[in-house]
């Protein structure tokens, strides 16, 4: 039986500037909870990991192999293994992304 998870008691971290999240790990996924300042930028990178971005407030701007996507609320967008990708807040936000598998760095 899994334990529930109490976000509020798990550690934020600042992983690159305006990037705050608290992560959730399974044996085969991570779950990233972002809160994103606004105007923050997420330089191009690229991962073995699937993932999925999901914008659950504010609005952000994620390129996608050099093609931008403006997320909303609501929306959500698949980046493949090994695509690369950035993002830019328009707005504050709060995100979830999604990997497979386990981001191991961070942990």
């Known amino acids: 039986i899994m334990p529930k998870i109490d ?7 600042e992983i690159v500037p305006g990037f705050h999240a608290r992560f959730v790990h ?15 930028s997420l330089p191009a990178h690229q991962h073995v990991h699937e993932q999925i971005a999901n914008v659950l407030e504010g609005e952000f701007e994620l390129t996608l192999d050099g093609e931008t996507h ?3 609320p609501g929306q959500a967008l698949l980046i493949p293994s090994n695509m690369p990708h950035a993002g830019r807040a328009i707005t504050e936000c709060r995100l979830l992304d999604v990997f497979h598998p386990v981001r191991e760095e961070y942990k």
Do not use: P
Request: negative net charge.
């Open 7 to 13: 976000l509020d008691q798990i550690e934020e971290r």
């Open 26 to 40: 399974s044996e085969n996924m991570t779950l990233a909870f972002w809160r994103v300042e606004a105007g923050a």
């Open 70 to 72: 403006h997320l909303k």
